[in-house]
């Protein structure tokens, strides 16, 4: 199991880049702009080629406290929504640099989402990826069966709650991106 930290200040693709961290009363919100970006980076979801940085895009991270998933939107440079991508993992917190982490159970969830005329979000397409990283840990004996089978059942917990339109990470992210915290 690895900790991932979300941190993209210091980021091979990125020559520059802001990034501001924001206290909520739910968890802690990291908010990155990327400046010049070298290499644009590309991922196929639900079939389609999308674009997830380049030059002014934007990653904006919610780590619910005490969860077992941590949400990233996407935008471009424009502000529209290229993905989603939740981390599931076993634990989380927040480091002594204020930012959030995360042990990463390797199972991930990323998906499209189409913004309504009354400015709602509704997730239209949702994958899951690297199923086969989560069972070559586990033959490394990386992850024990538990974790395993937790992360499935995290990952069905947060599909459910994506096509029902009710994962609380998304409001979150999509109140603060009509009128930020700030």
Do not use: N
């Amino acid at each position: 199991m690895k900790r991932k930290v979300f941190d993209r200040r210091i980021w091979s693709r990125a020559v520059s880049g802001e990034q501001t961290t924001l206290s909520l009363p739910g968890g802690l919100l990291v908010d990155y702009r990327a400046g010049e970006v070298t290499t644009p980076k590309w991922v196929t979801v639900a079939g389609q080629a999308r674009c997830i940085l380049a030059s002014g895009y934007r990653w904006v991270h919610y780590a619910p406290s005490g969860a077992t998933h941590a949400l990233t939107v996407q935008l471009d440079a424009a502000g529209r929504i290229q993905q989603l991508y939740v981390d599931v993992g076993e634990a989380s917190g927040v480091g002594v640099d204020g930012l959030p982490w995360m042990d990463d159970l390797y199972l991930d969830v990323v998906g499209l989402v189409e913004v309504q005329q009354d400015g709602h979000w509704r997730v239209t397409d949702t994958e899951v990826i690297d199923q086969e990283e989560l069972d070559e840990a586990l033959r490394a004996g990386q992850v024990t069966p538990g974790q395993h089978a937790f992360a499935w059942a995290e990952i069905r917990h947060v599909l459910a709650a994506l096509h029902a339109q009710t994962f609380a990470p998304l409001e979150v992210v999509r109140r603060y991106l009509q009128d930020p915290y700030t």
